[in-house]
Structure formats: C-alpha cells, structure tokens
C-alpha cells in the first residue's frame, strides 16, 4: 500500500462548510499529489507537492488549497464545500525509484449535501 | 496538448475471449505509459509500466509510437478481471504527475 493513508475514508458534508482531507505516508516520499475520480471523467489531478511548503495547482484546482508543512502530510481543503465537490478524492505519491509511478491511497468519499 | 483517450467506456466479454482495451495519447514528446486497474471501490493499482515490458496478470501492453497508442492485451479473460481500467502517462522529468483517461470498464460474464 506504499504506506499511505488517508483520512477521513467516508465524510458527509453541508453545503459552505470547510472540510479538509489528510493524506499521511510513512515512506519520506518527495511527491505527493491529490486527484478526484468522476464517472465520466476520470481522475483529474487537483493539487500536487514536489516537497515541504512546495506546492502547484492542477487541472481542477478552483475551490480547493492545500498545504504540506511536513515531509508526511499533504492537507487538501475545500475552503467551503459545494455539490459539485462531492467526488472520491485520491492521494497518491511518486516512489521516484519506479520512474513516475505513483502509488494510490484508498480513497476518501466526499458527499456534500 | 497532453490527452489520454480510451474511446470505450465499457467493453463486454465472455471467459476464455481475448481482450483488447484500447488507449491513444497526444503528447509533446517521449512520455512513459501506464496502466492502472480499480476493482470495485478499492485503490487504483498499478498494472504495467511500458518501460518495465512486464507481463502482469497476463495482460500485456505495446508503445507503439507512430500511432501513439498503448493497448492493453489479454489473450484469454477471466471473470476476476472484471474492473475499471485507467491508462495514464507522464512526461519523463521526476516528478511530473500522471495524466488518466477517462477509464474503460471490462466486465468479463461466464
């Protein structure tokens, strides 16, 4: 499981609160990165983190920030959920001695009500 | 632009069929090819890497660069490879994150 684990597995929100989503890995992996799985669309890559305090936007990054204040934890936070929010969300880290293989957490699903 | 398109969204065999899920990129570029496989509700795993040229499961996969294509291949389908499969590519500089299609469901009956 590459020693990822994300928490919390299951949550159900109201509409305008924040919540946040953690990631944790045990394995002192440089990058980290979070998508959301969609029917219909896939995965689609939010955020991502090349290091400590070292993070980039992706392709559907509106309405969600992240922070990574150490090596194990990457944050992700819908800064006031919405409908269209509600999704499987991923963490996933690049092992870096695999190429650019990245290895899945087990998924965190989000509703918002 | 960079684009993974898997055209079927799902794709129907019987056991003991061959299988072929098909996967086209556009990409700038020499990238590295992915395939992931999500059994129901659970993790994506990775299945293969173009570069490692394994056989996982008994599925194989060619790069062929000048149609820009990765299709995943099974000569004979089991009923347990009934998942969603996603293929995914990157560009070769560490760190570049992974770019998915849209996903192709195999549903393998008896």
């Known amino acids: 499981d590459a020693g990822i684990t994300q928490s919390p597995r299951h949550k159900v929100t109201e509409t305008g609160t924040p919540v946040t989503l953690r990631c944790h890995q045990t394995?002192?992996?440089?990058?980290m990165y979070w998508y959301r799985q969609d029917p219909g669309h896939g995965l689609r890559l939010i955020h991502y983190?090349?290091?400590?305090?070292?993070?980039d936007k992706g392709e559907v990054s509106d309405g969600y920030s992240v922070s990574r204040s150490k090596t194990e934890d990457f944050l992700l936070t819908l800064e006031s959920a919405t409908s269209s929010q509600t999704s499987v969300y991923f963490c996933?880290?690049?092992?870096?001695?695999?190429?650019?293989?990245?290895?899945f957490g087990e998924g965190s699903w989000l509703t918002v009500v | 632009a960079q684009r993974v398109t898997q055209p079927e969204k799902l794709l129907s065999v019987f056991k003991g069929a061959p299988v072929e899920l098909k996967c086209n990129y556009s990409?700038?570029?020499?990238?590295?090819l992915f395939w992931y496989v999500q059994y129901s509700r659970q993790r994506l795993q990775l299945l293969l890497r173009?570069?490692s040229r394994e056989s996982i499961k008994g599925f194989t996969a060619d790069l062929n660069k000048g149609e820009t294509s990765f299709h995943l291949k099974k000569p004979f389908a089991q009923e347990e490879d009934s998942a969603m499969y996603y293929c995914?590519?990157?560009?070769?500089?560490?760190?570049?994150?992974?770019?998915f299609g849209k996903g192709t469901t195999l549903s393998v009956s008896s």
């Open positions: 995914a590519l990157s560009g070769y500089q560490a760190g570049t994150a992974l770019i």
């Open positions: 996933a880290i690049m092992s870096g001695f695999e190429g650019n293989t990245i290895y």
């Open positions: 173009h570069i």
């Open positions: 990409y700038s570029g020499s990238p590295e």
């Open positions: 394995e002192n992996h440089r990058y």
């Open positions: 983190s090349y290091g400590v305090k070292d993070t």
